[in-house]
């Protein structure tokens, strides 16, 4: 169960969640009463106290998102979803608070060192969650045996780490979600690489800009079982090893050390990274990989190639990715040019269920996308959008007298769908009511001046429309939707 009075959201009532917000959204539109009296709203109190300035900036490695950082954001998870959607995943979310004792694992990653945890006044043990995954675990646990696997979930969660701040790094970020889980074979990790390069694909990104590095921690399992070393040192070996890059082979032979791995052992897993090729690693695993993960490496090339991806995937024997659960197959996004960190990381899980109590195996497999470094690398190749806010029509009344007229047009055209901006202060002047439709955006504007109201006609001013002839037309408000229609003129928001 999630903590006490938060909610999972199963993909059935995201589903519930997404009517309901359509329904109201329509049910605002066609409730709008024109007529109703407003206030002109400029009337500042004469005394008001004015308090010690605040901190206007968000807390360290948090952001705020203005209009303008929110249609990005909107833009990128519209791709996230809409690449969930060709692969068929449903969404599901989970309370941002969960219990601390769901990251409570061995592995010594740093994950676990890095939450936001805090006693609530339960006196219960709770944190904002640095990743998704245990949450899924969870929900999946809770469901008993009613769910039939396997299953493709996808979300956007926001996660919470507290971490060192870098270009990249933040202390919270969101997170798009892929899992399957249910699926042993490798056919689970070849539909997720899949997704990864199809989204890159949806916003501009290529093989030459972005690769996927694939690898199987099994075949570093195989190692250790040659050298002796029992397998529950395994996770502990891993979170030691994804450090390579950061601190140096010395330094990871020394941290192995202090699991108990003898140097000569600690050398070779350190070569054994070194391997570049599935080949090579065929000979260096020789006879001890009877568990077949090579076959499972070289299933996921050959895949590729019918998928149409190969060119975008792989092997690198230094990926084992800094998570302990994983137990086979791993891999990361990352940028060719080699200036950003990894943009991407997932693998497969299969124990993590059990560890949670699970008396059935469960396979799993899954990866996480975060929404900084894709943004830092769109920025780098100047792929980012240029987003406008979407304001179809603007409705200027001339005079507060107007003011009724101009709401029955305003609700005409939002319960046909359109973005309609009402300029709240009467315009007297056409240029008052163009220079706003100019700062909103609009495309267009409706004038509603006393002349053409009575005679049952609005004014429609097209400020986007180069040839003159076109640029101003009056309209009947009986037929409105009708004649806008047949000017071609539809909807911003789809
Ligand atoms: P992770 O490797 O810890 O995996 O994170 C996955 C991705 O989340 C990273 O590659 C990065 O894009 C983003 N990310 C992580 N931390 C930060 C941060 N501090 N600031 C910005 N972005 C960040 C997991 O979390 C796994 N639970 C993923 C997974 C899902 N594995 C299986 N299913």
């Not at 070779?268 to 690693?281: F, H, N, P, T, Y």
Request: overall charge negative.
């Amino acid at each position: 169960e999630p903590p006490s009075g938060t909610r999972d959201f199963f993909p059935e009532q995201i589903r519930l969640q997404k009517a309901a917000a359509k329904a109201a959204h329509q049910a605002a539109a066609g409730a709008a009463k024109p007529g109703q009296k407003q206030t002109s709203g400029h009337t500042v109190a004469e005394h008001v106290e004015v308090g010690r300035a605040i901190e206007t900036e968000p807390p360290s490695g948090t952001r705020d998102f203005f209009p303008e950082q929110m249609r990005l954001q909107n833009w990128l998870f519209g791709h996230f979803r809409a690449t969930a959607r060709r692969f068929a995943f449903q969404e599901y979310d989970a309370p941002v608070l969960e219990s601390e004792e769901l990251y409570k694992r061995k592995g010594g990653e740093e994950i676990t060192e890095q939450m936001y945890n805090f006693v609530d006044k339960d006196g219960k043990n709770v944190t904002l969650r640095p990743e998704m995954t245990p949450s899924l675990a969870r929900m999946i646990l809770s469901l008993g045996g009613k769910v039939l696997l396997p299953v493709k979930w996808f979300s956007l969660p926001q996660c919470w780490r507290f971490e060192t701040v870098q270009r990249g790094r933040k202390r919270e970020h969101y997170q798009w979600n892929m899992d399957i889980i249910g699926e042993k074979s490798v056919a689970a990790e070849i539909e997720l690489l899949a997704a990864v390069v199809d989204f890159f694909r949806g916003i501009g990104i290529t093989a030459a800009d972005v690769g996927l590095k694939v690898n199987s921690r099994r075949v570093l399992s195989a190692i250790l079982t040659k050298f002796g070393i029992a397998p529950d040192q395994f996770p502990f070996v891993c979170v030691i090893v994804d450090k390579l890059d950061k601190i140096g082979a010395d330094a990871v032979v020394e941290l192995l050390l202090g699991q108990g791995v003898a140097e000569a052992a600690g050398r070779q897993i350190v070569a054994s990274l070194s391997l570049k090729s599935v080949d090579e690693l065929k000979l260096l695993m020789g006879d001890t990989d009877d568990g077949g993960a090579v076959d499972e490496l070289v299933t996921i090339f050959e895949m590729a190639e019918a998928y149409g991806f190969a060119d975008w995937i792989l092997f690198d024997a230094s990926v084992v990715r800094g998570l302990a659960y994983y137990t086979g197959i791993v891999f990361e996004g990352f940028d060719r040019r080699g200036e950003l960190r990894a943009i991407c990381g997932g693998g497969r899980y299969d124990k993590l269920l059990s560890l949670y109590g699970s008396p059935e195996v469960v396979p799993a497999c899954g990866f996480g996308f975060g929404d900084c470094v894709v943004i830092e690398l769109l920025k780098e190749r100047g792929l980012l959008p240029t987003l406008e806010p979407e304001v179809d029509f603007v409705v200027a009344p001339y005079n507060a007298e107007l003011r009724a007229a101009c709401a029955k047009v305003a609700a005409l055209l939002r319960g046909a769908g359109f973005a309609v901006d009402v300029l709240l202060e009467p315009a007297k002047k056409v240029k008052k009511a163009f220079e706003y439709a100019d700062r909103v955006r609009g495309d267009r504007v409706f004038f509603v001046a006393p002349d053409e109201w009575a005679s049952g006609k609005v004014r429609m001013k097209d400020l986007r429309s180069g040839s003159a002839d076109d640029k101003e037309v009056d309209l009947p408000l009986d037929g409105l939707i009708a004649a806008l229609a047949e000017m071609g003129i539809t909807s911003s928001a789809k």
